[in-house]
């Protein structure tokens, strides 16, 4: 199928890559140049790219730049000092697996090369490319798979989603709005409800405004109204992201979406997980064992320069939260859609 969606957060050009703001959007769309390793991995930790895959597609250019900058044509000193660029990249977000794996890859990559240190520097960018074209069309397969497990009644359907799992935070289309895409290019698609997600508000900020881009009908709700929306019986099926899957089929996603799939079982709403197989931890045997992020409370109690809280309150604020694998339908990926308990099949699908 060809590509509907023009939202691309993560651009090579010529010698540096273009990163879309994610932090001014949606009301200025604007990019930012990186042309060091050093400022990609701040722009990952302040979340000018944001979003598993993205973070991956934005690791893997980050590893180019920082082999660019090692000035050495001996190959083991010039791999002890990628070494080090890949572990600063490492120390930016801990819980979207897809950093790690993309890392991994670019390292792997440059260990199993055996020409000159230049050479070895043009496979790691021919690899990050590689890296983000994939994605592109792996988001396309995991799009088209939703439509094999979405409910076939209503004809035309409301779908929920939490967080942005959308083009914005994978290399385009994306995951959880890569299902919604594929639904809307079908004619199965009635509309799109958008928890605005508390507290950094990805859903109102950047889900409406992909949904805005493509004249996809987007309802913005506060995430305490799902429940009521659910018993109302307006929304047919439960669709997001995830940030990291253990074997087991638990998953961790933006915070709140544990909350989401127990209210959706409690009003038989099927709750989809859509993710690519590079968001699949094979190395948890559970969720538990998935570290999560905990940010900046300024997060929770600023709203621009606006201080919303008194003076003398504490405050705990994880980016992510698990949700277990018995709460969820299927998980849909570029190789199909499964339950929870059947992942373990796609293991040796898996490329690391
Ligand atoms: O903190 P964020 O904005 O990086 O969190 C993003 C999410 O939780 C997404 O749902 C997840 O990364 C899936 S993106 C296809």
Known sequence: MSITNQVYPVIWNQDRVLLI??????????????????????????????????????????????????????????????????????????????????????????????????????????????????????????????????????????????????????AGYGTALGVVRSAWREGRLMRVFADETRPRLQGAKLTAWECVQEGIPVTVITDSMAAHCMKQGLIHAVVVGADRIAANGDVANKIGTY??????????????????????????????????????????YKVGDTILTPAGVDFYNPAFDVTPAELISAIITEHGAVAPAELKHFREKQLV
Not at 267 to 282: C, E, Q, R, W, Y
Request: charged share 20%; proline share 5%; net charge negative.
């Open 259 to 300: 909350s989401l799939a127990l209210v959706a079982k409690a009003h038989n709403v099927p709750f989809f997980v859509a993710a690519p197989l590079s968001t699949i931890d094979f190395e948890l045997s559970s969720g538990e064992e998935i570290p999560i992020e905990e940010r900046d409370p300024a997060e929770i």
């Open 21 to 170: 703001d994610q932090n001014r959007l949606p009301n200025e769309y604007t990019f930012v140049e990186i042309t060091c390793s050093e400022d990609m991995g701040q722009a990952i930790k302040t979340m000018i790219v944001r979003g598993a895959p993205a973070i991956g597609v934005a690791a893997a250019y980050g590893m180019y730049l920082g082999a660019t900058e090692i000035q050495t044509e001996n190959r083991d000193e010039f791999l002890t000092k990628l070494e080090q660029i890949a572990q600063m990249l490492r120390q930016t977000r801990p819980t979207a697996v897809n950093l790690f794996w993309a890392i991994a890859r670019m390292m792997r990559t440059a260990y199993e090369s055996i020409g000159t240190v230049a050479e070895i520097k043009a496979i790691l960018l021919k690899t990050a490319q590689t890296i983000n074209s994939e994605d592109l069309q792996t988001c396309q397969a995991i799009g088209d798979n939703g439509l094999k497990v979405l409910p076939s009644n209503p004809d035309k359907l409301t779908i929920l989603t939490h967080c942005n799992a959308g083009a914005l935070a994978t």
